[in-house]
């Protein structure tokens, strides 16, 4: 999926801004700096009265941006896909710095309350199945524009149908323990509505008076990356890992229902 999602735009489209460069450089700060140091104070509100697990589980989506399928969402939304891809692709490289800094700050913070992850084993993850899967598509596209733009489509639909697929499967199994999670985590599931909410908000405030760059940001930023997140969560055995699991998904479904909503409201 990552490396179809570099595939997209080259190194040189990617980094040739021209008019949308504060935009995408606001946009960035907001889904990878502003939304993390947002979440982590009302973490800190939440944190004598939320479960362990809960609060793992929304700290890991709120560190872990460039969702997949953000740029997909934003164009159904009549957003713009190109400065969505930007936006997503930057994040997706950041990630290798701003994730292992935020996850040792909230470790500094919240101490083993929240998790005992290493910023260097955090790194390596991201690097592993995030930044290099996004520079292989992007080189792959610099050095054979002509078979990236024949392939691309094919090989970005199908990463995308199969992971609605499984995402679909996952959370209609899961959604017996999704249901229960939230039925008695009731004040973890109001800071995730709150949180998801004020990512939409921040992404729209940011991205300025432009309606389909409002959309766009305002969704990018709310869509965080659960995969990422996951895979986070196996490198703590600390973790009580199947709810750390369901508080992941929890925080993805009510994602996709806000969107829902927000998509409906925008158009």
């Not at 982590?40 to 700290?59: H, N, Y």
């Not at 592993?128 to 733009?149: D, E, F, H, I, K």
């Not at 939409?200 to 940001?217: I, K, M, N, S």
Request: aromatic residues 6%; hydrophobic residues 55%; positive net charge.
């Amino acid at each position: 999926m990552m490396v179809g999602l570099g595939s997209q735009i080259s190194f040189s489209a990617l980094i040739r801004l021209q008019t949308q460069r504060a935009l995408v450089l606001r946009s960035l700060l907001g889904t990878t700096v502003l939304l993390p140091l947002l979440g982590a104070g009302l973490l800190a509100i939440l944190l004598p009265f939320v479960e362990r697990t809960a609060i793992a589980a929304i700290a890991l989506m709120l560190v872990c941006p460039s969702a997949p399928l953000a740029q997909q969402r934003a164009a159904q939304a009549g957003g713009e896909h190109l400065l969505a891809i930007r936006i997503q692709l930057g994040a997706a490289i950041l990630a290798i710095v701003t994730v292992p800094i935020f996850v040792y700050g909230f470790t500094a913070a919240f101490g083993a309350s929240i998790w005992t992850l290493s910023a260097l084993t955090v790194a390596g993850q991201v690097f592993g199945v995030q930044v290099l899967p996004v520079l292989a598509g992007m080189l792959w596209r610099s050095l054979s524009p002509t078979t990236a733009t024949r392939w691309q489509p094919r090989v970005v639909a199908i990463a995308q149908l199969i992971l609605v697929i499984l995402s679909l499967l996952i959370l209609v199994k899961t959604a017996p323990l999704i249901w229960k999670f939230l039925v008695n985590n009731g004040i973890a599931f109001v800071g995730m509505l709150a949180l998801i909410g004020l990512s939409l908000g921040l992404g729209q405030v940011l991205a300025g008076r432009e309606t389909t760059q409002q959309t766009t940001v305002a969704i990018v930023t709310a869509m965080r990356n659960p995969g990422l997140a996951l895979l986070l969560t196996h490198q703590d055995s600390r973790l009580d890992l199947p709810s750390v699991t369901i508080g992941i998904l929890s925080y993805l479904l009510l994602t996709i229902i806000l969107l829902v909503i927000y998509q409906r409201q925008r158009s």
